[in-house]
């Protein structure tokens, strides 16, 4: 009786270890399974399909940001310019956050009157990193003065 269960155990351990009891459990063992004779492309992609519906990606939610507040803002700093196409790097001096969304206010002198403008610009700036960034912008007079500052920002923490 012990020799049949030791034999029946046996069997039952070795069978591969990647197909689930009842079928495949993810959607690589979907496709090895399914895709045995297939022997066409459309017959390939229907499988693909199938095996994706039954095992769908899974998404990762994106983390929850905030606007910085003051002391963070601070911390941002960096060197940027350009006249119709505005880019720089930006430093992200903030211990554990990650900086998102940047608003830049950029003043020049259009047709002799000073005008300012915001431009807000997706980034992805790691703590104490440095990231490029660039955009364009009205472009003002032909030697025309400029300046910019960042008025806001957004980030949240990893």
Known sequence: MHLKFL????????????????????????????????????????????????????????PETSSLSYPQLRKVTGRAGGNGYFSGSLYNGNENLVVTEITINVTTTISGKEV????????????????????????????????WSIKSAQGYTP
């Open 116 to 147: 300012s403008r915001l431009y807000t610009e997706a980034v992805n700036i790691e703590s104490q990193k440095t990231s490029s960034f660039g955009f364009s912008i009205i472009a003002g007079d032909k030697d025309a003065d400029q300046s």
């Open 7 to 62: 034999i029946l155990f046996a069997l039952v351990a070795s069978t591969p270890s990647y197909a689930g009891l009842f079928g495949p459990s993810n959607y690589d063992e979907c496709i090895l399974d399914s895709m045995k004779g297939v022997t066409s492309d459309v017959a390939a992609r229907l499988v693909a399909r199938s095996c994706r519906k039954q095992f769908p990606r899974i998404q990762k939610k994106a």
